[in-house]
């Protein structure tokens, strides 16, 4: 053992110094001044009570505390004649002392970790930018600090790396094996549907100099229109490799950065076509060797980890978890993508799951499975919530529709659903419809039912009261948004205004025009509301509250409540009970047999 940190400590990065010694970034929680905060020491508060000033209140399922978690670094070195690395005998140093920023950004996030990287030449982080009202802008900015023994005290100053007119968030920072370059993406604004974009620092102590790297596609020589996910350099410091979703799937791009008449482009060149990469590693330092350690999924296959050689383009697998799903009774040819026309002169993409089971001489009832967002995608990817495996293996066609908003498919795909959230969306799933009755045979749309979580649980209330409704014979609703206004509450209110085209304040008649709560006089079909107490992206209400409908107006409904749960279920038994109600529920109302038979509801009150 090297030595003893009396905190908890997590997202820990090291990278070698000279002489031996190691440099070790980590987060922490700091006392409010400044100290490391050690939970065993921590004084006993006597009333449970939080007090807030400000819009930071909570976020996807923890509150704000007044312990701030922070960046910390130190080092570590072998002393000579010794086997055994030894800890600098001093305490830590948190680099964000005296500063409002906060590392991670978010005291809960599912969607990322703490977002810094190290080098020998000190740290980039980002976090939330204080100078920007937390009630109106969310907006994470990027900061370099210069470090060379990574124990100085008190550290060097915080520099921030501008970004001119773009005011999104900022993430995926990472610096080039030289140690002094880095690359990291931002948004344009605040609004989900925004692409990120590639910026490039060519010198970090140089803050000024960074720019967005303009990006061609090198099949087709036309402007990348993709939303980069993450970034890794290649060893020469020179190229990067980039995931970036295309048309359902999250592929992996080599850029191979040129100086164009004294100014830097790049062409995006694919590595991978089918399904979804995870994780991307380089395998090496040397300059020589540009080898990529990768993970990837597909709706059939949880986990195939490959290596791969960009220069030559071939792929080595090393291990796939389920022999390509056979292991589990699953198998490629199941999984199938149509084209229809959307609402306008445009096209729409859908994946479609046939039973492992499936002939063509039979009918299938439908499963038509709305994803969240509205900025995402139902990617050729595996997943252990909202499975389509799932619902195939029960004797369910399952299609899984991107419409309008769905990202994936360009700019202005992905913005088009601003302002119309029950509108261009809602009209291209009636088209996928439409399409499936005449085109697909084997699907027997007369026992069609819907399921959708987050905002394809609001197209559900949304549906339940359109003419839409009376094509399915229940909707399944997880998490979803009932009331516009109620969203209000949401961790993340600040970016409605953005999707909405203003405030509540400014523009009630698009809120209106796009709130379900408006139109529950239509309300006539069978719903499942799912949703759990420490969902703070969809609070509570928003299921309690079109369960009430339901209730009021004599539908059939139940309502499936996890105290325990966020804004996903993940704990395994409860994932288990999610499955069972919701494959009973909707194998009930689809006259489905031999699969999931729906139990009574567990907390029902005795009625003796």
Same mark, same amino acid.
């Given at each position: 053992?090297?030595?003893?940190?009396?905190?908890?400590?997590?997202?820990?990065?090291?990278?070698?110094?000279?002489?031996?010694?190691?440099?070790?970034?980590?987060?922490?929680?700091? $006392?409010?001044?400044?100290?490391?905060? =050690?939970?065993?020491?921590?004084?006993?508060?006597?009333?449970?009570?939080?007090?807030?000033?400000?819009?930071?209140?909570?976020?996807?399922?923890?509150?704000?505390?007044?312990? %701030?978690? &922070?960046?910390?670094?130190?080092?570590?070195?072998?002393?000579?004649?010794?086997?055994?690395?030894?800890?600098?005998?001093?305490?830590?140093? =948190?680099?964000?002392?005296?500063?409002?920023?906060?590392?991670?950004?978010?005291?809960?996030?599912?969607?990322?970790?703490?977002?810094?990287?190290?080098?020998?030449?000190?740290?980039?982080?980002?976090?939330?930018?204080?100078?920007? $009202?937390?009630?109106?802008?969310?907006?994470?900015?990027?900061?370099?600090?210069?470090?060379?023994?990574?124990?100085?005290?008190?550290?060097?100053?915080?520099?921030?790396?501008?970004?001119?007119?773009?005011?999104?968030?900022?993430?995926?920072?990472?610096?080039?094996? =030289?140690?002094? &370059?880095? #690359?990291?993406?931002?948004?344009?604004?605040?609004?989900?549907?925004?692409?990120?974009?590639?910026?490039?620092?060519?010198?970090?102590?140089?803050?000024?100099?960074?720019?967005?790297?303009?990006?061609?596609?090198?099949?087709?020589?036309?402007?990348?229109?993709?939303?980069?996910?993450?970034?890794?350099?290649?060893?020469?410091?020179?190229?990067?490799?980039?995931?970036?979703?295309?048309?359902?799937?999250?592929?992996?791009?080599?850029?191979?950065?040129?100086?164009?008449?004294?100014?830097?482009?790049?062409?995006?060149?694919?590595?991978?076509?089918?399904?979804?990469?995870?994780?991307?590693?380089?395998?090496?330092?040397?300059?020589?060797?540009?080898?990529?350690?990768?993970?990837?999924?597909?709706?059939?296959?949880?986990?195939?980890?490959?290596?791969?050689?960009?220069?030559?383009?071939?792929?080595?697998?090393?291990?796939?978890?389920?022999?390509?799903?056979?292991?589990?009774?699953?198998? #490629?040819?199941?999984?199938?993508?149509?084209?229809?026309?959307?609402?306008?002169?445009?096209?729409?993409? #859908?994946?479609?799951?046939?039973?492992?089971?499936?002939?063509?001489?039979?009918?299938?009832?439908?499963?038509?499975?709305?994803?969240?967002?509205?900025?995402?995608?139902?990617?050729?990817?595996? &997943?252990?919530?909202? %499975?389509?495996?799932?619902? #195939?293996?029960?004797?369910?066609?399952?299609?899984?529709?991107?419409?309008?908003?769905?990202?994936?498919?360009?700019?202005?795909?992905?913005?088009?659903? %601003?302002?119309?959230?029950?509108?261009?969306?809602?009209?291209?799933?009636?088209?996928?419809?439409?399409?499936?009755? &005449?085109?697909?045979?084997?699907?027997?749309?007369?026992?069609?039912?819907?399921?959708?979580?987050?905002?394809?649980?609001?197209?559900?209330?949304?549906?339940?009261?359109?003419?839409?409704?009376?094509?399915?014979?229940?909707?399944?609703?997880?998490?979803?948004?009932?009331?516009?206004? =109620?969203?209000?509450?949401?961790?993340?209110?600040?970016?409605?205004?953005?999707?909405?085209?203003?405030?509540?304040?400014?523009?009630?008649?698009?809120?209106?025009? $796009?709130?379900?709560?408006?139109?529950?006089?239509?309300?006539?079909?069978?719903?499942?509301?799912?949703?759990?107490?420490?969902?703070?992206?969809?609070?509570?209400?928003?299921?309690?509250?079109?369960?009430?409908?339901?209730?009021?107006?004599?539908?059939?409904?139940?309502?499936?409540?996890?105290?325990?749960? $966020?804004?996903?279920?993940?704990?395994?038994?409860?994932?288990?009970?999610?499955?069972?109600?919701?494959?009973?529920?909707?194998?009930?109302?689809?006259?489905? %047999?031999?699969?999931?038979?729906?139990?009574?509801?567990?907390?029902?009150?005795?009625?003796?």
């Amino acid at each position: 053992m090297a030595g003893v940190i009396p905190a908890l400590i997590a997202h820990i990065q090291i990278k070698e110094l000279q002489d031996g010694i190691i440099a070790i970034a980590f987060t922490a929680d700091a $006392n409010p001044d400044g100290s490391l905060h =050690n939970t065993a020491q921590a004084t006993q508060a006597y009333t449970s009570a939080r007090e807030y000033d400000s819009a930071l209140v909570r976020f996807w399922d923890k509150y704000f505390l007044a312990e %701030n978690s &922070s960046l910390w670094c130190t080092t570590m070195q072998k002393p000579r004649h010794c086997q055994q690395y030894t800890l600098s005998g001093r305490l830590p140093i =948190n680099v964000l002392k005296g500063t409002p920023l906060s590392c991670p950004i978010w005291p809960s996030n599912p969607f990322s970790s703490a977002d810094f990287d190290i080098s020998t030449t000190g740290l980039l982080v980002t976090a939330r930018d204080p100078e920007f $009202n937390p009630a109106e802008s969310m907006q994470t900015s990027l900061w370099y600090i210069p470090l060379r023994t990574f124990t100085e005290e008190p550290p060097p100053r915080l520099r921030k790396i501008l970004v001119l007119d773009y005011n999104g968030d900022t993430t995926s920072v990472r610096f080039a094996p =030289n140690g002094v &370059s880095a #690359a990291f993406l931002k948004k344009k604004d605040g609004n989900d549907s925004e692409l990120n974009r590639i910026f490039i620092v060519r010198e970090v102590l140089d803050i000024e100099s960074v720019f967005e790297l303009p990006i061609r596609s090198e099949i087709t020589q036309e402007r990348w229109d993709l939303s980069a996910n993450s970034i890794t350099w290649a060893s020469d410091s020179h190229s990067l490799f980039v995931t970036a979703d295309e048309r359902g799937r999250c592929k992996l791009f080599r850029l191979v950065i040129f100086l164009d008449n004294g100014s830097s482009i790049a062409y995006a060149r694919p590595l991978s076509q089918d399904g979804s990469i995870s994780s991307v590693h380089s395998l090496s330092t040397s300059r020589s060797d540009s080898r990529l350690f990768i993970n990837k999924s597909t709706f059939t296959e949880s986990s195939i980890f490959s290596i791969i050689n960009p220069d030559t383009g071939t792929q080595l697998v090393i291990s796939n978890a389920t022999k390509m799903g056979q292991t589990l009774g699953l198998h #490629a040819s199941q999984v199938s993508e149509i084209t229809f026309k959307g609402h306008g002169d445009y096209d729409v993409q #859908a994946w479609v799951m046939k039973p492992s089971t499936f002939r063509s001489d039979k009918k299938y009832p439908l499963a038509l499975l709305i994803h969240g967002g509205p900025a995402d995608t139902w990617h050729d990817a595996w &997943s252990t919530r909202g %499975n389509p495996a799932i619902f #195939a293996e029960q004797g369910y066609v399952v299609v899984l529709p991107n419409p309008t908003g769905s990202t994936s498919f360009g700019q202005a795909f992905s913005s088009a659903v %601003n302002g119309d959230w029950g509108g261009r969306a809602y009209h291209d799933l009636v088209a996928c419809f439409t399409h499936l009755e &005449s085109h697909l045979p084997f699907i027997d749309t007369t026992r069609a039912v819907a399921l959708g979580a987050s905002y394809g649980g609001y197209m559900m209330n949304w549906i339940a009261g359109q003419p839409f409704a009376k094509k399915f014979r229940t909707l399944v609703c997880h998490d979803g948004i009932f009331s516009l206004y =109620n969203m209000l509450a949401s961790d993340v209110a600040t970016s409605l205004p953005a999707v909405m085209g203003g405030t509540l304040w400014e523009d009630r008649a698009t809120w209106d025009r $796009n709130d379900p709560a408006q139109h529950t006089q239509n309300w006539t079909q069978p719903m499942l509301f799912i949703h759990s107490d420490l969902d703070y992206r969809c609070p509570i209400t928003e299921g309690l509250g079109p369960f009430a409908v339901c209730q009021q107006r004599g539908i059939e409904s139940r309502f499936l409540n996890f105290p325990d749960e $966020n804004h996903f279920v993940l704990k395994p038994e409860n994932s288990l009970k999610w499955h069972r109600t919701v494959l009973g529920w909707i194998n009930k109302y689809a006259d489905v %047999n031999g699969g999931v038979v729906l139990e009574p509801p567990v907390s029902e009150p005795h009625r003796g």
